[in-house]
């Protein structure tokens, strides 16, 4: 869903990564390209349970994706998504410098003209 | 004041304008110049609590309605939006845009805005999470890795 944050702005996906847990979640699975929930709460101060709920969100997202190799879940990160994720943080701070950029050409123009007519 | 910095939690930009404070404070808060810098049309009732409305014509039109939060003139200016359809903005629903400004030199002024709480819009399932807690650990990780990989998964898609 988008909302007024920028065009396309995607909600879950940013919900997905804006969680610092779950950000160390992504990056251990990146670290290690495949990775089942019992080694990543290896890697990291998280229990199983809590990885294995991450993963969840991040699965919902998009942002990972996960295999069945007989008894064990093994869980990879989607490669275009994280892409989706790190162009959406660009986009939505490339519009911040659009509207910064258009109060300084504005305040700027008011500011001449106001001390214009102050020399009169 | 210490500069922040953008993360998936929070967007911050900041940029040197000439002119005095009060002017940049104009530009930022009075729905005449709202409606040339940020949407097309701007309504905006300018105190704690107070409704707006923006509008914007790109990509079929939209009405984005926002909820004021703080007004300190001329340094301090802070607004909701983003809450989901049909509901109010507040915390926990919503993005919070801050406006800071601060005199800079002979008669110039350096605006920093930040927007934050994205990892509380409706979607996220721990809202009761501060967002900065766990900043020293989760900050900073993300964003290089994500620029760093970005290129990759591109090239790896061609």
Do not use: C
Request: net charge negative.
């Amino acid at each position: 869903m988008s909302t007024a944050l920028a065009p396309g702005f995607d909600e879950e996906l940013w919900a997905a990564v804006g969680d610092p847990s779950r950000r160390r979640v992504l990056d251990a699975l990146l670290t290690r390209g495949t990775a089942t929930p019992t080694a990543l709460a290896d890697d990291l101060p998280l229990t199983r349970q809590a990885v294995t709920k991450h993963l969840a969100v991040l699965d919902r997202a998009g942002l990972v994706t996960a295999r069945r190799h007989g008894r064990e879940v093994r869980f990879a990160v989607q490669p275009a998504r994280l892409d989706e994720a790190t162009r959406a943080l660009t986009d939505a701070a490339r519009a911040w410098d659009r509207r910064l950029l258009a109060i300084k050409r504005i305040a700027e123009e008011l500011a001449a003209s106001e001390a214009g007519r102050a020399e009169d | 004041m210490e500069p922040a910095v953008s993360t998936p939690d929070q967007i911050a930009r900041d940029i040197l304008i000439d002119a005095p404070v009060d002017v940049v404070w104009r530009v930022v808060t009075e729905p005449e110049h709202i409606a040339r810098w940020f949407s097309d049309t701007a309504e905006i009732d300018l105190r704690p609590g107070g409704d707006g409305v923006l509008t914007f014509r790109q990509n079929g039109g939209h009405v984005a309605p926002l909820v004021v939060d703080t007004v300190r003139p001329p340094t301090t200016f802070a607004f909701r939006w983003s809450a989901p359809e049909g509901e109010t903005a507040h915390e926990g629903n919503s993005t919070l845009v801050t406006f800071s400004l601060a005199p800079e030199g002979d008669g110039a002024t350096r605006l920093s805005v930040v927007e934050s709480g994205i990892a509380a819009l409706p979607g996220g399932d721990e809202r009761h999470r501060a967002f900065f807690d766990d900043h020293s650990q989760g900050w900073g990780t993300i964003v290089p890795r994500l620029g760093e990989y970005a290129p990759t998964a591109a090239g790896a898609l061609r």
